[in-house]
């Protein structure tokens, strides 16, 4: 048991590490949702009328409405450039190195998971804060619930980021794939704008964001900023997290195509 914790507080702290030695990457996690907060907020809210009471009890402004869509892309850019370090590992030769010990190969896939769930939930929180100094806040013991709702949809969307590494096989080719993947799931869900909304301009539109993952994560976040569990959400989340998981280690395993195609 102690090789296995050495390996997980290892590997969480090599990808901390590297994170803080990429103050740009921080640094712009950031700086894309206070755009959309600060200056695309503005016209959103005016298009849109939002003055929401259901479902979350309470009056809530268009800037809060999208703070828990911002924090979904916060995790959603990060598990996918998570990813990317995977890709440039595997072609380093780090990669190959790491899986060949003898720990059991989803342990230590599960490590880099964790680890880049950990980094995606510090720099949520950082924009939390940042969102908080302009104003723009939540209800106070909604920042402590929405800790495990941000755990559970940072692990779903690092699986996936970890599932699309195990199929590519060369690092230029991972960033036409991050921006067919991340745009599409960002803007086919509730992260701007609510299904009801969408709903009243294309009835197609509103059925692909209610299946899209992403629309879950993002729902479960929002119910929890304001202390309330969302049930499906959270379901479809797990079961999301679960499937992407499951393909991703197949993936890395030596029967898997993404590791038999680098021989």
């Known amino acids: 048991m102690s090789g296995y914790v050495t390996a997980l ?50 009056y809530i402004t268009y800037e809060t409405y999208i703070v828990p869509g911002l924090c979904g892309m916060i995790l959603l850019f990060n598990g996918m450039q ?5 890709i440039y590992d595997r072609e380093m030769g780090s990669m190959k190195l790491l899986l060949t010990s003898p720990l059991p190969r989803w342990w230590l896939l599960m490590c880099k998971l ?31 619930a929405v ?10 969307l690092g699986s996936l980021g970890l599932l699309l590494s195990s199929f590519i096989k060369q690092l230029e080719n991972f960033a036409g794939v991050m921006n067919f993947v991340i745009f599409p799931m960002f803007f086919l869900s509730s992260a701007l704008y609510p299904l009801w909304k ?37 379901g479809w989340t797990v079961l999301a997290a679960g499937l992407f998981t499951t393909a991703a280690l197949w993936g890395y395993s030596p029967e898997g195509t993404g590791i038999r195609r680098k021989g």
């Not at 998570?82 to 995977?86: A, E, I, K, R, T």
């Not at 994560?217 to 499906?232: D, H, K, S, T």
Request: hydrophobic share 60%; glycine share 6%; net charge neutral.
């Open 114 to 144: 964790l680890g880049a769930t950990a980094i995606s939930i510090l720099q949520v929180y950082a924009f939390l804060a940042i969102a908080a100094a302009f104003g723009i806040v939540m209800p106070a013991m909604g920042y402590v």
């Open 82 to 86: 998570s990813s990317l370090s995977l």
């Open 9 to 58: 507080i290892a590997i969480v702290t090599r990808e901390a590490l590297r994170f803080f030695h990429q103050r740009e990457r921080f640094v712009a996690a950031l700086v894309r949702p206070l755009v959309w907060l600060l200056v695309f907020a503005a016209g959103f809210r005016a298009a849109l009328g939002l003055s929401i009471i259901p479902p979350y009890q309470t």
């Open 147 to 156: 800790l495990p709702a941000l755990v559970v949809a940072g692990l779903m």
């Open 198 to 234: 969408m709903a009243e301009s294309s009835e197609l539109l509103h059925d692909i964001c209610a299946v899209n993952p992403f629309t879950h994560a993002v729902e479960l976040i929002r119910f929890a900023l304001y202390l309330q569990l969302n049930g499906p959400a959270l």
